[in-house]
């Protein structure tokens, strides 16, 4: 594997730069202005004239929900209810896709009664299961009765960029941004801290977005401790994932607590802020060997970019199917392109690839995606 400065990402065998089927709309509004601002009050307007307005400071709001990665995953107990205990760095890095969020009207017969949400991805629900449109539903419930963000509906536009069942947090990161929409149009009631705890009613990794972007997690996932970032940021990454995703409670379910790894969280921990840089050693992944039985072809994928040049560790994310290869922290300014084979074999043919980084979140801001 090469590390190569991004203007010479370009690779070989007719293949994209970036293989994403969710691309095309996300990769469109990646290049497109990104707006912090918010607007109070939006004007009504059309879906078409909601996409042009996002690139005025008063039109709707336009924010950049990002995804994540597991630097380790270790599992520490079996739960009575059904879960599990884990103890997690969770690190967010720069692989997403854009929300934009339109105010629909409030009051009189044209009131709007439930959230829309427009997504560009097939398969996707786009009706009140949604995680998205259940943090819109929780932020709700949570605002004072009579209140204006207490009956406040939104307009979400989502051009889907992120892998369903990759163990990125996707869905889980569209859920945290629309609670962090939904607290700015309402002027900021919520902390941070409360978006996180309200973010855990709903889902195991929504809670982890509120970190600064990195964070040691342990309960369900959901008890989120912000910590330094324990490698350098821009740390390059490669991510593959082949066309099937994971379901996290298969993986759960044919988990074997006698494979786990016998490594002490906190040390390892500890270990990758003292190196700077992953390991085989530290990157471990408790879900690894449930997820590597029910899916071969990740043990061998992790197994061939762990040799490649460039590569401090590769180990899978969450409860998979992606597989990350990290690079060197201190060649911040380049990014990891895809070795040939796994560009030139038909096997690899259809898998998800991208290159990301390590990102985080100042104060008071939510993430930004890459420039
Ligand atoms: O919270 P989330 O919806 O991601 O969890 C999906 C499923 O994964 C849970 O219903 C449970 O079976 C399993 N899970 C678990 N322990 C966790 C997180 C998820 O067993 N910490």
């Known amino acids: 594997m090469t590390l190569a400065a991004p203007s010479q990402q370009l690779t070989a065998a007719g293949r994209p730069l970036c293989h994403r089927p969710y691309a095309r709309l996300a990769a469109r509004r990646r290049n497109g202005p990104r707006l912090a601002s918010v607007a109070s009050r939006f004007s009504p307007t059309t879906v078409a004239a909601a996409a042009a307005a996002a690139s005025s400071s008063s039109g709707p709001l336009s924010l950049f929900s990002p995804s994540k990665i597991n630097l380790f995953l270790r599992i520490t107990a079996r739960r009575p209810d059904g879960f599990h205990e884990l103890a997690s760095i969770f690190h967010v890095i720069d692989l997403g896709e854009n929300m934009t969020f339109e105010e629909l009207p409030e009051g009189g017969a044209g009131s709007a009664a439930k959230d ?42 989502l051009g889907k960029n992120v892998p369903h069942g990759a163990g990125l947090g996707g869905g889980s990161a569209n859920a945290a941004t629309a609670l962090w929409a939904a607290n700015e149009v309402a002027g900021r009631p919520a902390s941070a801290a409360q978006l996180a705890a309200w973010g855990g009613e709903i889902g195991s990794d929504i809670s982890v977005f509120f970190s600064k972007g990195a ?157």
Do not use: Q
């Open 116 to 157: 829309e949400l427009l997504c560009d991805a097939e398969g996707m629900p786009t009706d009140a299961t949604n995680l998205a449109v259940k943090a819109l539903d929780l932020f709700r419930s949570k605002m004072p009765a009579g209140s204006p963000a207490a009956t406040r509906f939104f307009r979400i536009t």
């Open 215 to 371: 964070a040691y997690c342990t309960g369900r996932g959901e008890l989120v401790e912000d910590v330094k970032p324990p490698l350098p940021l821009g740390t390059p990454m490669l991510l593959v994932k082949p066309p099937a995703g994971l379901s996290t409670p298969a993986v759960f379910r044919a988990l074997d607590l006698g494979s786990r790894s016998a490594a002490d969280p906190l040390r390892l921990s500890a270990g990758l802020r003292n190196l700077g840089r992953g390991s085989r050693e530290l990157c471990v992944n408790d879900l690894e060997p449930p997820a590597f039985l029910l899916m071969p072809e990740l043990e061998e994928v992790k197994e061939r970019l762990a040799k490649e040049r460039g590569v401090d560790a590769s180990f899978m994310t969450g409860s998979g199917s992606t597989v990350v290869a990290l690079g060197n922290g201190r060649e911040s300014s380049k990014s990891l392109s895809p070795p040939s084979w796994f560009l030139e074999e038909e096997k690899y043919k259809d898998w998800f690839w991208s290159p990301a980084r390590l990102i985080a979140r100042a104060e008071g801001e939510w993430y930004r995606g890459p420039e």
